[in-house]
């Protein structure tokens, strides 16, 4: 009888105490989770756009001063093909929405055509671009802003070799995008 009930009180005890103590590893693991995410938030803020213009020009080619409305941001990208060659190499790409007054707007287009002539492409505007743009982006039924795009070769310096500048059509704001690779 004494076998009987120290089996029974074993039980019971164990029956009261494992799902407490799984409910409590369960708001541990909620835990984790939710700072997972306040992790992930952070640095997504920590990538906040910039617009200082002076050291945006310092760290590319600023052929024309753009104005204070101006924004820009840089983010580590993996390098094209660096999944299927097992890399985990990462470049850089800068985005920036420059702003001019139409006058430089238009010489700057006169330069960009003596290049080449620009293709037409359609942007998905960023959460930190500027409200006109994305506003125009949510008018366009497509969720894109439209614009011409030039190569980008003027704006270009070092560790950035290249890209593209695009003109957003009916403005003048420039999205400016660079890559190191």
């Given at each position: 009888?004494?076998?009987?009930?120290?089996?029974?009180?074993?039980?019971?005890?164990?029956?009261?105490?494992?799902?407490?103590?799984?409910?409590?590893?369960?708001?541990?693991?909620?835990?984790?989770?939710?700072?997972?995410?306040?992790?992930?938030?952070?640095?997504?803020n920590s990538n906040a756009a910039k617009d200082?213009?002076?050291?945006?020009?310092?760290?590319?080619?600023?052929?024309?001063?753009?104005?204070?409305?101006?924004?820009?941001?840089?983010?580590?990208?993996?390098?094209?093909?660096?999944?299927?060659?097992?890399?985990?190499?990462?470049?850089?790409?800068?985005?920036?929405?420059?702003?001019?007054?139409?006058?430089?707007?238009?010489?700057?287009?006169?330069?960009?055509?003596?290049?080449?002539?620009?293709?037409?492409?359609?942007?998905?505007?960023?959460?930190?671009?500027?409200?006109?743009?994305?506003?125009?982006?949510?008018?366009?039924?497509?969720?894109?802003?439209?614009?011409?795009?030039?190569?980008?070769?003027?704006?270009?310096?070092?560790?950035?070799?290249?890209?593209?500048?695009?003109?957003?059509?009916?403005?003048?704001?420039?999205?400016?995008?660079?890559?190191?690779?």
């Amino acid at each position: 009888m004494k076998i009987f009930l120290l089996k029974f009180l074993l039980f019971t005890a164990a029956v009261v105490l494992l799902p407490a103590a799984c409910a409590q590893n369960g708001a541990s693991n909620a835990n984790n989770s939710a700072n997972i995410a306040n992790a992930s938030t952070a640095n997504e803020n920590s990538n906040a756009a910039k617009d200082d213009p002076s050291e945006l020009g310092q760290i590319i080619n600023l052929p024309i001063e753009p104005d204070d409305s101006s924004v820009w941001r840089e983010t580590d990208v993996p390098l094209p093909n660096a999944a299927e060659n097992g890399s985990a190499k990462k470049g850089k790409k800068l985005i920036a929405v420059l702003n001019f007054s139409e006058e430089e707007s238009e010489d700057l287009v006169k330069k960009l055509e003596a290049s080449g002539a620009p293709a037409q492409v359609a942007l998905e505007p960023e959460s930190w671009f500027p409200p006109e743009l994305i506003a125009q982006g949510g008018n366009s039924g497509d969720e894109t802003i439209k614009g011409n795009s030039y190569t980008a070769n003027d704006f270009a310096k070092a560790p950035y070799i290249g890209g593209k500048l695009t003109r957003i059509l009916n403005t003048n704001y420039f999205v400016l995008e660079l890559t190191t690779f």
